[in-house]
């Protein structure tokens, strides 16, 4: 891959698991893809806290946290609706008698 250019995610997992999966040394897997080590090594840390976020179900934690604290804020939404809907309905029936 040319110098300077933007790693995709799928590169640097390809990266990381070719060095996990062979017995290349670290020098010649960067000087292979003209990485610098500091580089590769944090691509392999982030590569390992995700995959134990992942196995240890903390993966969507954060996911899962915006989505409840909108599910109740729709709800509270929902509850005000049907409260002020209610309130236009008794007015109505009032004017009709």
Partial sequence: ???NSRWSPEDKIRIVLE???THISM??????????P???YQWREKFIEGGKAGLSGQ?????NNDLEK???R??????ELTIANDSFKKVLEGRRS
Avoid: A, H, Q, W
């Fill in 1 to 3: 891959m040319p110098r």
């Fill in 19 to 21: 060095s996990l999966n």
């Fill in 27 to 36: 020098s010649e897997l960067c000087r292979k893809y003209n990485l610098t």
């Fill in 38 to 40: 500091n580089t590769f």
């Fill in 59 to 63: 993966l969507n934690d954060g996911v």
């Fill in 70 to 72: 909108e599910n109740e």
């Fill in 74 to 79: 729709l709800k509270k939404l929902i509850g």
